[in-house]
């Protein structure tokens, strides 16, 4: 199949990276790194063990003195040579993203990596312009003003969906700031994390500042979260996960931020322009195989333009080519692993019961029998509290359902637990407008879906998390705000010490 390359080579001092240096993990266990178009193992590694990660954490803190007292331009420097770095390793690194998750070869091009370029270089900006309040003298007495410091080592935990652009929203910010941070990437797809290290590495940032180690969730993750040198844990992941970091976390009193997961509504009012929407929709919800926090997953279609929508939606799925992701006219790779798609079909099987499947539901057979690929798949006929529509399906999956009154498209989109994003298709400017302000949700695109940006931030509400990613409020999860104030009176006995001492 297509073009396939070795990674072993460039992988075989092993999956940890502690304190600058390749090396294998310590534990008994060992993981293999599927190619999902083929089913089979391109690379297998001894898993990390807590040891690791104890050694891990003690390198980022061993670390964190020194570029915790770099000035903002010397971190900044670091990060443009970092951006530098990033963008003559571009093509292997999007060779190795597509050959670990199955994306098709013309995404890891076209958005992972140089999106992971892009967040480097806000980040070199960004790290020379942390904001606080003006001192000034607010209580007449003092001067007070704010420092914004880092505040130490950082666990980060990723996923396996963009596991580039996850360890670069984790990494980035934190490093920006001043922190030192140990990132655990998800079994599944370790190799550009460690790749993203070795380019920090080779930019002159500093050995132990930038950690990974691949491990397993139960295991290296929650001995990571509950570690007593980390001061914060930073996690993207599924929201059941979440909830177990949250409970470890919080036990040790450590700050939190969670990215979870997301089943964002798609809302399309009847004035909208259908072509727009339909396309919307199909590039919205495939993108990735689906396997997006924010793809669109429930498309709200006012009444009068629903049955359209729908066909147009069909047809369009049905011109996606579904294949080997090396090929550069595939434009949909597989799904991360064969017991991922399993788990998508069942959903599809499941719906087949109280809705009907207007296209796909089912994995394409002939030469693509072999991977882990499923059908683009539209859904219509469920019910508002139906499996389909309240549950994250995480796959090329998008459930169409039809409203009448505008409260009532609103009323659905908000009606899950998460609250990721979400878009509203309309040309009337008033109709739009309300909608980005009803719809509960992290972000809100006006006729369009899916675009990030370096400079404004990522995250949600409800079950969906909390915490930014990206711009600068994500310096918010990743600095400590302090209070400094300076008594300009010069004299022992200050007003306020009447209370104590009353009138004497
Ligand atoms: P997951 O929750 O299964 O795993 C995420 C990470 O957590 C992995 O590294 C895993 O090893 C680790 N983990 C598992 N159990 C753990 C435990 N007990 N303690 C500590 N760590 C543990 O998620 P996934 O299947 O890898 O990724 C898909 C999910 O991620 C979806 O729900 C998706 O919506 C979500 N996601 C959210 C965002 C966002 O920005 N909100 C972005 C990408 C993905």
Known sequence: MGNRFQVSDRFAAGAQYIGGRLRAGTSDQEHSVIDPATGESVYTYALASTADVDEAVAAAKAAFPGWAGATPGERSDALHRFAGVLAEWA?????VESLQCGKPLKLTTEFDVPGTIDNTAFFAGAARHLQGQSAAEYSGDHTSYIRREPIGVIGSIAPWNYPLQMAAWKILPAVAAGNTIVLKPAELTPLTSLMFAQAAKEAGIPDGVINVVSGAGRTVGEHLVGHPDVVMTSFTGSTPVGKRVAEI????VKRLHLELGGKAPFVVFDDADLEAAAQGAVAASLINSGQDCTAATRAYVQRPLFDAFVARVAELME???VGDPFDPATDLGPLISHRHRDSVAGFVERARAYATVVTGGEAPGGDLKDGAYYRPTLITGAAQDSEVVQSEIFGPVLVALPFDTDDEGIRLANDTPYGLAASAWSRDVYRANRATRDIKAGCVWVNDHIPIIS?????????SGYGKDMSAYSFEEYTQVKHVMFDNTAVAAKDW????FGDR
Not at 91 to 95: G, S
């Open 91 to 95: 093509d292997d690194i999007a060779r």
């Open 249 to 252: 976390a919080t036990a040790t």
């Open 319 to 321: 011109t996606v080519r």
């Open 455 to 463: 400079e404004m931030p990522h995250g949600g509400t409800k079950a």
């Open 497 to 500: 010490h009447r209370t104590i």
